[in-house]
């Protein structure tokens, strides 16, 4: 077999490298597949060079321990390991999957910016692949929940908690301190328990360092959609953690469901409001792209987009590939239907059967039955307690916790991690934990945002993170009173007042029906308002937009109510100027030219209404290299106007222009032909004709 180096290709095309097994997913079963490959190959005759692991890190996490990380009990870098060294000789590829091709047996891997990426020919193909963040489900999920999935995540928990004490520390505003000192964790898991018990061991065991913070004041929130926490476990122990974890003052919500987020609340499903600035999600995975794309486009039988295996851990119906762990529906022994959990116990030694069984058949033998059924269950609540279940029997409390250590460190890989791990614990009971705050938060671009209808996106006087897009849909900003004030509709934006000058937002944000939103951070966005003058001016408008709202307000209150409850019929001028929207840029300078006005209605040939052209786009237009005279109108993209029924009242269009936050409306018949307009300074004409005509 040749080499890498002769393998490599001189240009811009991937590395190919032909191989025997290609592996995907870093995780337990990934890695544990690995470590186990290179004996297999040996004992097959094959170099471990024939194997490949590719994961999205180049380190494994040793996930039970993440929530003591979040916790400061022990160092980030002492739950991960380097998967070189743990899957010696083979080659690790640090990278995204791009895509999978079964039927040509590639697999093709971007390893960087920088690289040509890599495409592993493989004979067999092992998906190891974990699932995926989808957090799209709740409103205000993505932009301001903390995740609890990798190292990095666990760091960030940690330094948030610090920040927000010691900020709370500082705060003399009573509402502000509740919020800074009010945590909420969502899911009622494993990984959501543990992260609740140490959360509040970490503020419990710290506060005392705050001189201006009572420990009353600390506020931690579980909630959970189920009857009880820790489901798996069974009644009596997670009736014994949830009573524990009360007595140690967690609160936990059953049976409940969070509605929406936002940077101040989070929203029930019961109706019920909690003010916080710190939301952490335990729950909302999806599958794998990866493994979605294999099972619509390339036909692996799955089960909710778990792919499935036989007892082997082969997938049904191919003889090379194979999968384990959180991707995989693997039958588990002695039950006709069930399949394994997706713990990390399962994981490891499926991993370690499938490399038995691939190093099998190379051999032409007899494959293994995965016939593991599990030993039990731990789960750590914090403060030297924790419950398990270890082959029927059940154990709680200090017992239980420390079970929960031994089992945990004698499964950590590495003995330079186990020694690290039982350093710092040791330390843990003697000193106090660290509340260094070192935060390695990296800032994120955009997020997508769904709405449901009636959704909140941010509620009047929050501060502001973020721009907002509306990609699909609409918005509505309302005042304190419930009424809209400004409506956003699609390819708008707005919060951009809010990011510039700070005060918070000035309104709540409210989706009218479902809607999509891109939220741009404002760490990314401000520096090129603040620097660029052709950003401030386009920012500019909308601003202008905001003041154009109260203004048309004041002259509402200027306007009899006769002339209010007018049609618009009555108002409107019909002598209007318009632009064909498939004439030219020569036609629009011409119209600019002999007129005063500022916008001009573009119509399409049956004088439907396209949009309205401004003096100033026209301006920014014919600037552009290659515009001349002759160049089509069609190529602008046009700016919109408020429209209205000549039906609609004086009073409904104004309300339309100060949702819009314009000085004129478009009147529009039902198949959207252009009547006429009607514009503020001709409403406040006609009130003083008519005063001069009453005096």
Not at 347 to 367: D, F, P, V, Y
Not at 504 to 509: D, E, I, S
């Amino acid at each position: 077999m040749p080499n890498s180096d002769e393998n490599e290709q001189i240009g811009l095309d991937p590395y190919r490298i032909p191989i025997e097994v290609a592996i995907l997913g870093g995780g337990f079963a990934g890695v544990y597949c690995g470590r186990h490959m290179a004996k297999v190959l040996k004992s097959a005759g094959l170099d471990a060079k024939q194997a490949a692991i590719v994961s999205d890190q180049n380190y494994m996490v040793f996930q039970p321990m993440l929530a003591e990380v979040a916790g400061a009990s022990i160092q980030p870098r002492h739950v991960v390991n380097p998967i070189r060294q743990l899957c010696r000789g083979l080659r690790v590829y640090r990278g995204q999957v791009e895509s999978v091709d079964l039927k040509k047996r590639e697999v093709h891997i971007d390893t960087g910016k920088f690289s040509t990426g890599v495409i592993l020919e493989f004979k067999h193909l092992v998906l190891g692949l974990g699932a995926e963040i989808d957090l799209s489900r709740v409103p205000g999920m993505p932009e301001h929940a903390l995740l609890m999935q990798n190292v990095g995540d666990a760091m960030v928990l940690r330094a948030t908690v610090i920040s927000r004490i010691e900020e709370a520390n500082s705060e003399h505003r009573p509402e502000v301190r509740r919020r800074l000192l009010t945590f909420t964790v969502v899911g009622g898991g494993y990984s959501g328990v543990e992260t609740a018990g140490e959360m509040l061991d970490l503020l419990l065991e710290t506060v005392k360092f705050y001189t201006n913070i009572d420990k009353s004041e600390i506020r931690v929130v579980l909630i959970h959609s189920r009857d009880r926490i820790l489901h798996t476990l069974g009644e009596s122990l997670s009736h014994y953690a949830m009573k524990k974890l009360r007595e140690r003052g967690l609160e936990i919500l059953i049976e409940e469901r969070v509605r929406a987020v936002t940077s101040t609340k989070v929203y029930l499903q019961s109706g019920e409001e909690i003010e916080t600035s710190t939301v952490v999600s335990t729950v909302g995975t999806a599958p794998n792209r990866i493994i979605r794309q294999l099972c619509d486009e390339q036909g692996l039988p799955h089960d909710n987009y778990r792919v499935k295996t036989d007892t082997m851990l082969r997938v049904e119906g191919f003889e090379n590939i194979w999968a384990a762990g959180d991707c995989a529906s693997v039958p588990i022994a002695n039950e006709e239907d069930g399949a394994c959990p997706q713990t990390a116990q399962f994981a490891m030694r499926q991993g370690l059967c499938l490399a038995e069984n691939i190093g099998k058949t190379m051999k032409g033998h007899s494959l293994k039955e995965f016939k593991f059924t599990g030993l039990g269950e731990l789960a750590s609540i914090g403060h030297q307690c924790a419950v398990a279940s270890i082959m029927g029997v059940q154990f709680s409390g200090i017992i239980a916790w420390f079970m929960w250590r031994t089992i945990y460190l004698s499964k950590l890989p590495g003995i330079d991690r186990k020694l690290r791990v039982m350093i710092d614990w040791t330390l843990d009971i003697f000193f106090p934990r660290d509340i260094n705050l070192l935060n390695p938060r990296y800032t994120k671009l955009y997020q997508q945002v769904h709405l449901e209808p009636d959704d909140i996106l941010f509620n009047m006087g929050e501060p502001a993170f973020s721009l907002y897009v509306v990609q699909k849909g609409q918005i509505n900003l309302e005042n304190a009173e419930g009424r809209v004030v400004r409506t956003i509709e699609e390819g708008d934006y707005f919060g951009e007042r809010a990011l510039v000058h700070g005060g918070g937002y000035l309104y709540n944000a409210v989706s009218e029906g479902q809607s999509e939103l891109f939220s741009l951070s404002g760490a990314a966005v401000l520096p090129f308002i603040q620097t660029s003058r052709r950003f401030r001016r386009v920012l500019a408008k909308t601003t202008a937009q905001v003041s154009a709202e109260a203004e048309i307000e004041s002259v509402v209150e200027r306007l009899n109510a006769d002339l209010l409850k007018l049609p618009v019929c009555d108002v409107m001028r019909t002598d209007i100027a318009t632009i064909d929207c498939e004439g030219c840029v020569g036609d629009a300078i011409e119209l600019f030219t002999e007129r005063r006005f500022s916008t001009y209605p573009l119509v399409s040939g049956d004088g439907k209404l396209a949009g309205v052209l401004s003096r100033e786009d026209l301006f920014d237009f014919i600037k552009r290299d290659g515009v001349t005279n002759d160049t089509k109108l069609s190529m602008i993209d046009p700016m919109h106007l408020p429209t209205c029924s000549d039906q609609d009242s004086v009073e409904e269009a104004l309300g339309r222009m100060i949702r819009f936050g314009r000085y004129k409306c478009l009147v529009v018949d039902a198949e959207q032909r252009l009547k006429g307009i009607i514009a503020v300074m001709d409403l406040l004409g006609e009130a003083v004709l008519k005063e001069k005509v009453e005096d």
